[in-house]
T-cell receptor
């Protein structure tokens, strides 16, 4: 089974600074998708960004970008110009290109310091 | 933007009682899912449903759980005899080309 590992249970960042959240995964598949989800205290799952494994270009969504290293099976999330509203739990997730099930990491709790 | 709607947002039930969690997937989606998140833990897959039958289920999804699509719009998760350890956030999701999670139902078993 695929595994997703987030080695940072907690991170903090000063407002307006940049922070990087780490994620590694283990798979033998070549076709898959990777995601970062944000979970605020309301516990809703909000999609932040997704990356298709076949794409070499790193995905970017406004202040959020990823560093996708396929050979290293690494998928980190960079948040630039951090805002107070970015404070949340962040989950890295994997989905096979041939299946429909998501595999989630254990999450990183991000605190933004004013 | 289309949403997956889950009701209720919070449900409290007594141990041993049956509970039904309801979801309205996005209308043109064909695949439906339930996930569970125990407080402080990661989100875990329970079951996927396609073409009116279960297509995949995890070891968590034992005989006390069942899913149903009783009409053309709802997708339900039934827990027959709730236990304290069933207390969790339950997320419904649906997919076709895109994959969308609902906002969750917080189940508290007392």
């Amino acid at each position: 089974a695929q595994t997703v590992t987030q080695s940072q249970p907690e991170m903090s960042v000063q407002e307006a600074e940049t922070v990087t959240l780490s994620c590694t995964y283990d798979t033998s598949e070549s076709d898959y998708y990777l995601f970062w989800y944000k979970q605020p205290p309301s516990r809703q799952m909000i999609l932040v960004i997704r990356q298709e494994a076949y794409k070499q270009q790193n995905a970017t969504e406004n202040r959020f970008s990823v560093n996708f290293q396929k050979a290293a099976k690494s998928f980190s999330l960079k948040i630039s110009d951090s805002q107070l509203g970015d404070a949340a739990m962040y989950f890295c997730a994997y989905r096979s290109g041939t299946g429909n099930q998501f595999y989630f990491g254990t999450g990183t709790s991000l605190t933004v310091i004013p | 933007e289309p949403e997956v709607t889950q009701t209720p947002s919070h449900q409290v039930t007594q141990m041993g009682q049956e509970v039904i969690l309801r979801c309205v997937p996005i209308s043109n989606h064909l695949y439906f899912y339930w996930y569970r998140q125990i407080l402080g833990q990661k989100v875990e897959f329970l079951v996927s449903f396609y073409n009116n039958e279960i297509s995949e289920k995890s070891e968590i999804f034992d005989d006390q759980f069942s899913v149903e699509r009783p009409d053309g719009s709802n997708f339900t998760l039934k827990i027959r005899s709730t236990k304290l350890e069933d207390s969790a956030m339950y997320f419904c999701a649906s997919s076709y080309y895109g994959y969308t999670f609902g906002s969750g139902t917080r189940l508290t078993v007392v």
